[in-house]
């Protein structure tokens, strides 16, 4: 799914009275997930933090103005732009913490690497002095 979200896969809800549309970009809860499989190829499962996991749905709204005329077409445009914009904002936010966990995750990695080898050299270096 990530960022290519089609008008025809949204939701509509709309109101003529209230002069109101909704889209609503449903099942987003494994987006960044499925963006670090499948675009980043990372080969190890994913521990899912609340930092990576995304809302299950973004809405946009659009209202139309008591002076202007009602165009449902106009007002799906307008409200689809804006829950795109909402969905943007967070997938960036969360692939952005998505990062930071990874990257804590490869230092941890890293000193655990390091600290290993010191311990291997220092046997190494016992068994030769031996």
Known sequence: MHIDIKMEDCNWAYS???RLVFCIIPNTERAVLDFFEEEMC???????????????????MAR???GDEWNLEVGKKIAYARAKENYARSFDKHV???IKAMEKLMDNWQER???YRAKIYKNIERINYV
């Open 42 to 60: 990372w080969p190890y499962p994913i521990r899912v933090s609340d930092a990576m996991r995304m809302p299950k749905h973004f809405t946009g």
């Open 16 to 18: 003529i009275e209230d």
């Open 96 to 98: 952005q913490a998505g």
């Open 113 to 115: 690497s390091v600290n």
């Open 64 to 66: 139309c103005a008591p």
